[in-house]
DNA sequence: CCGTCGTTTGAAATCGATTTCGCGTGACAT
DNA sequence: ATGTCACGCGAAATCGATTTCAAACGACGG
């Protein structure tokens, strides 16, 4: 450690052999530029205070002659602003998180590309965290991001009783909760239109002349999939049937899963091990309608034989023969809203808390017919 | 500072008006903490100085008796340290980054998992960046770990030409490539085995019987589809057909994709479009493997009729049917292992540069049966 | 009893950017 | 000509944690 390495006690430089090339920056002894410049190297560099080199580079009053200078001597030395200076004195950082709980899910990356599009209009950069559905792993990175000081975070929370978002709020953050809502927070939020969702869906499947209309819920107690539910069992009970009787499914014809392709597909494998198995079914989320595909196939049933209706687009449907009609959700929509809410927040709206609601659209597709398309077989 | 509100100026608390509600923690005038405690706030509770608060929660040496003061205190005032005051100060964030460019392929998602995986034995937190095979936002992203200071960044890199990564490299932060390695990068890597996969995938297909394999590759100039492919030629050429002649595919044989859905789809409709189409198709990636399947679906072609064999899992195999061979990707082992490495170099070892490159493996599903399978019809 | 050594502790410097405060300058009105 | 005002700029404080340096302290051997 002769010449080469300045201040070999603390980490700061790691004993990293990057063998730079004949072409790299060279490294004089009078003009030694320190592996990445800092506004006092500009500040000497243009003949300015450091405070100067700070206005030229915020919007400050700088005449621009001086500025010129200053933005000269920074592109020379390359010089790029330490974003942890930057938010340790600005407390506040040009980072927002977005929490989420299965980065598996295309409901979620498409969420997450909302909210990247739309962060990209303030220049704010968006981290984004997976949390496995686990409230340990959230809670963690929920601590994380107050620790980092980020500018605001979206999340779509892991539980709706356990998860906390104190830690934050307390610090005054702002946080947008999306798609669930966690109990008791007094956060802003983007949702969507379940109960209606779950409407539309029953409502197309009785319309196409099912008639056993069953339901694969989500976990119980999961408020999304109670309201879909709501919305599956309002328009069973409003229906009037052939008879003119309102159609009263079975209690048997409600089946919870675990939001998860295998629960799904063991929901499935239940409603049709029954005596009388529905004709049709509603799926509350894409991932259990992929295992409800499944186990239907296995049992040699396929649409539109029986009906199926997923809420939320099936992954891949390019997958999928016949093409299933199907719940689309707003889910880059979501993503996009909150962050458009999260970022009114952050430049320091004092409105009154929101709750912005999106719908969901039914999405017909030709070939789910109508179970007179199998009725002949 | 007077007794009601510090630095009213600075935008540290925001206006955001969270309607607590009762149960909320008291804000007495006598015993007021403030939004956040600091090292400070807890020393003076604890009748200590600042250092030793720091080494109690750094492992420095501190009398135990001591140590439990501090830590009491800081559990009073719900004490956790400031990310980014740590950062500053040790010039390296606890945050290691994780730049992928398709967030909608499972591939990355599972690699993604991997790495997780690996840093939280390390404490960790992982940050990830979508960049959409963007180059522009890979820079941004690339720039904003460098002046975040993370510890280290994976990147599985959007282009092999323009992806550049001097601006970690030079400030010495620990980089890894993964899947991808950027052009004349002098980085770690960890790489899979994508030659001898696509040597797997085409002998494959020949042992089921087919006999005009075609290929659906992925962009021209890209390191891994060259790699697939020219394990693709090597079998071919090596191979005797039934008459002791080598076969040589058609020029017309080799298509190029852009390794997404689209692609893959329009790939297979030329492919389909020939004189005499293929009998089996390997395709060089997943999601091309999607459109490609869709392509052959629509002209009513499914295999094993046409053979088809995808290098990396379908995303949801459950919704293919009948379920395909593939070349199996070690993705979340790539991820894991690209962490390990990474946090070697982060902890400081003067290792030479190293590239590890992990094998696919041939997952055989039984329902590729060959040709034969549908040569009566 | 005193010098030495090792341990524990606190004061203060430090990381790099932002921002307040006050000074100097020039324009303009009186 | 002088007071007023706005503007550009630099010095210095600040954000919160880590770490060095030296002081204080206790133990122990001579």
């Not at 991001?145 to 999340?155: L, N, P």
């Amino acid at each position: 450690m002769g010449t080469g390495v300045a201040r070999a006690d603390n980490g700061g430089t790691i004993g990293h052999s990057t063998d730079r090339g004949a072409d790299s920056p060279r490294l004089d002894e009078g003009l030694r530029e320190r592996s990445v410049a800092t506004i006092y190297d500009v500040a000497r560099e243009a003949g300015v205070s450091p405070a100067t080199v700070s206005r030229v580079f915020n919007g400050g009053r700088v005449t621009a002659e001086r500025a010129a200078t200053v933005r000269a001597a920074a592109a020379v030395l390359g010089f790029a602003p330490n974003r942890v200076a930057r938010s340790l004195r600005m407390q506040r950082a040009s980072v927002i998180g977005l929490i989420i709980p299965d980065i598996g899910n295309p409901f979620f990356t498409a969420l997450a590309r909302g909210v990247e599009d739309a962060a990209q209009e303030t220049n704010l950069s968006v981290v984004l965290c997976n949390t496995d559905e686990d409230v340990g792993k959230e809670q963690r990175y929920l601590e994380v991001a107050a620790a980092e000081q980020m500018a605001g975070v979206i999340v779509a929370a892991a539980s709706r009783h356990r998860t906390d978002l104190s830690a934050l709020v307390d610090r005054g953050t702002p946080v947008v909760a999306v798609d669930r809502r966690p109990r008791g927070a007094s956060v802003d939020a983007v949702m969507m239109d379940n109960r209606h969702g779950g409407e539309e869906a029953t409502e197309h499947l009785l319309a196409r002349g099912y008639r056993r209309v069953a339901c694969i819920a989500g976990p119980e107690g999961a408020s999304t999939s109670d309201e879909r539910l709501a919305g599956y069992r309002a328009v069973l009970r409003d229906h009037l049937g052939d008879t003119g009787q309102p159609i009263e499914p079975p209690p048997e014809y409600v089946v919870h899963g675990d939001f998860r392709v295998d629960g799904g597909r063991a929901a499935m494998e239940r409603l049709l091990a029954l005596p009388e198995p529905p004709d049709a079914v509603f799926v509350a989320n894409n991932l259990m309608t992929v295992g409800a595909l499944a186990a239907l196939r296995e049992a040699g049933h396929e649409p539109p034989g029986t009906g199926l209706l997923s809420f939320g687009d099936v992954p891949w449907p390019e997958l999928v023969t016949p093409s299933l009609s199907s719940v689309q959700l707003p889910s880059y929509e979501l993503g996009f809203a909150a962050a458009q809410l999260l970022q009114e927040r952050i430049a320091g709206t004092a409105k009154p808390l929101q709750t912005v609601v999106l719908r969901t659209s039914l999405q017909v597709r030709e070939s789910t017919s109508g179970p007179a398309a199998n009725r002949g077989g």
